[in-house]
């Protein structure tokens, strides 16, 4: 028990140091790179002969050209500056700026802060700086970049327009996403086969058809071949062929309450972050496999039913229901340390507590990634 005592104690003395070291690193490239920045301004041609202060930071450090214009360009955003006629040009993260020259933030930290606040409109951006500073002091740099995105997507739901211009490579490549109003965009290049059997099909499935009142079917030729690639994903999906996905068919999550289920009235949550309507979702079921919860007033899983008596699916719907995917903080690995203990908090949501050369107080941290976070209001 003694040897385990003075293990711990040894562990944290050393964490320390390396702690108390890495601020001082990181301190000081951020002074450097204020320093670059004044460079800068005041003339790297005139002072040193060199036509740009990153080709200057290339010689003194002797580092690559490319790492050197990253730590340039980090500068910039961090650090005030002028233009050529005198005037002011503001730091794009001045509070950013300032943790940084305290030593707080590694630089994947920083480039995902500042790349978040690029994309972000000018009269959101000390707000959301705020938010991101405030939450990189307990996530990594990958939370962090999260919840930048779902900053820019509450404020942006739209999204970026697509690209029009097309890939020399691959043949064959495909890309579906989701856009913040819930529909789905669909786009991709094929090879010539791929593309016969793809268009024999989907004609096939589009073709015309009359109502159930024996009325012509009016649907445009784009109606027609969506409704076509709707059904062409049922056929897949009920194949006996279909790969299986972490021991199960492959299947969409929908849940929706009993009551709504039965009036057809309200709305459904579908898969991670989708809705649709409780009428859709009833319709949906009658060809579906229906597991019954009982949730508590905070969403936690008090009772989950079962198709069939095995533990692993069970569980692993209990799992998904409650926690949206690995809970340990900003891994979707388990830890692969020693020291760290996992708990059941009040709220019915595991918590994970650091061993204490990480953390002194063994303050519990949860994984953010899979659940909402703070935004810009």
Same mark, same amino acid.
Request: charged content about 25%; some cysteine; overall charge neutral.
């Given at each position: 028990?003694?040897?385990?005592?003075?293990?711990?104690?040894?562990?944290?003395?050393?964490?320390?140091?390396?702690?108390?070291?890495?601020?001082?690193?990181?301190?000081?490239?951020?002074?450097?790179?204020?320093?670059?920045?004044?460079?800068?301004?005041?003339?790297?041609?005139?002072?040193?002969?060199?036509? @740009?202060?990153?080709?200057?930071?290339?010689?003194?450090?002797?580092?690559?050209?490319?790492?050197?214009?990253?730590?340039?360009?980090?500068?910039?955003?961090?650090?005030?500056?002028?233009?050529?006629?005198?005037?002011?040009?503001?730091?794009?993260? %001045?509070?950013?700026?300032?943790?940084?020259?305290?030593?707080?933030?590694?630089?994947?930290?920083?480039?995902?802060?500042?790349?978040?606040?690029?994309?972000?409109?000018?009269?959101?951006?000390?707000?959301?700086?705020?938010?991101?500073?405030?939450?990189? !002091?307990?996530?990594?740099?990958?939370?962090?970049?999260?919840?930048?995105?779902?900053?820019?997507?509450?404020?942006?739901?739209?999204?970026?327009?697509?690209?029009?211009?097309?890939?020399?490579?691959?043949?064959?490549?495909?890309?579906?996403?989701?856009? !913040?109003?819930?529909?789905?965009?669909?786009?991709?290049?094929?090879?010539?086969?791929?593309?016969?059997?793809? @268009?024999?099909?989907?004609?096939?499935?589009?073709?015309?058809? %009359?109502?159930?009142?024996?009325? %012509?079917?009016?649907?445009?030729?784009?109606?027609?071949?969506?409704?076509?690639?709707?059904?062409?994903?049922?056929?897949?999906?009920?194949?006996?062929?279909?790969?299986?996905?972490?021991?199960?068919?492959?299947?969409?999550?929908?849940?929706?309450?009993?009551?709504?289920?039965?009036?057809?009235? !309200?709305?459904?949550?579908?898969?991670?972050?989708?809705?649709?309507?409780?009428?859709?979702?009833?319709?949906?079921?009658?060809?579906?496999?229906?597991?019954?919860?009982?949730?508590?007033?905070?969403?936690? %899983?008090?009772?989950?039913?079962?198709?069939?008596?095995?533990?692993?699916?069970?569980?692993?719907?209990?799992?998904?229901?409650?926690?949206?995917?690995?809970?340990?903080?900003?891994?979707?690995?388990?830890?692969?340390?020693?020291?760290?203990?996992?708990?059941?908090?009040?709220?019915?949501?595991?918590?994970?507590?650091?061993?204490?050369?990480?953390?002194?107080?063994?303050?519990?941290?949860?994984?953010?990634?899979?659940?909402?976070?703070?935004?810009?209001?």
């Amino acid at each position: 028990m003694a040897g385990n005592a003075m293990q711990e104690a040894e562990a944290v003395a050393l964490a320390d140091r390396a702690g108390e070291l890495l601020a001082t690193m990181r301190a000081a490239e951020a002074s450097l790179g204020a320093l670059l920045v004044e460079i800068e301004q005041r003339g790297v041609r005139e002072l040193f002969g060199y036509r @740009s202060v990153a080709r200057l930071l290339e010689q003194l450090a002797d580092v690559p050209k490319a790492a050197a214009e990253r730590m340039v360009k980090r500068a910039r955003a961090l650090n005030p500056g002028r233009n050529l006629d005198g005037s002011a040009i503001p730091a794009l993260a %001045p509070a950013t700026g300032f943790a940084a020259l305290a030593g707080r933030l590694s630089n994947p930290m920083i480039d995902v802060i500042v790349a978040a606040l690029t994309d972000i409109p000018p009269e959101h951006r000390d707000g959301a700086e705020a938010r991101l500073l405030s939450f990189a !002091g307990e996530a990594g740099h990958r939370q962090v970049a999260a919840l930048g995105a779902r900053i820019l997507a509450h404020l942006d739901p739209g999204g970026p327009a697509p690209e029009d211009s097309e890939p020399a490579v691959p043949a064959r490549e495909l890309s579906l996403r989701r856009r !913040g109003s819930g529909m789905w965009e669909l786009h991709g290049r094929f090879d010539d086969e791929t593309g016969m059997r793809a @268009s024999a099909l989907l004609d096939a499935l589009a073709q015309r058809r %009359p109502t159930d009142d024996g009325g %012509p079917d009016l649907r445009t030729p784009q109606e027609r071949y969506g409704d076509a690639f709707s059904d062409a994903v049922d056929l897949a999906v009920n194949s006996p062929d279909l790969p299986m996905q972490a021991g199960e068919r492959a299947h969409v999550m929908v849940a929706v309450s009993l009551q709504d289920l039965k009036t057809g009235v !309200g709305q459904a949550t579908l898969g991670d972050t989708g809705r649709m309507s409780a009428a859709e979702a009833r319709i949906h079921a009658c060809d579906s496999m229906i597991i019954p919860a009982v949730l508590g007033e905070k969403s936690e %899983p008090l009772d989950l039913g079962r198709l069939r008596r095995l533990i692993s699916a069970g569980l692993r719907r209990a799992l998904y229901l409650r926690d949206r995917g690995c809970a340990f903080p900003g891994c979707h690995r388990p830890p692969r340390r020693s020291g760290w203990e996992v708990r059941i908090a009040a709220d019915g949501f595991p918590e994970f507590l650091p061993p204490r050369f990480l953390d002194k107080q063994r303050k519990p941290r949860r994984n953010n990634l899979h659940r909402p976070l703070p935004f810009a209001a």
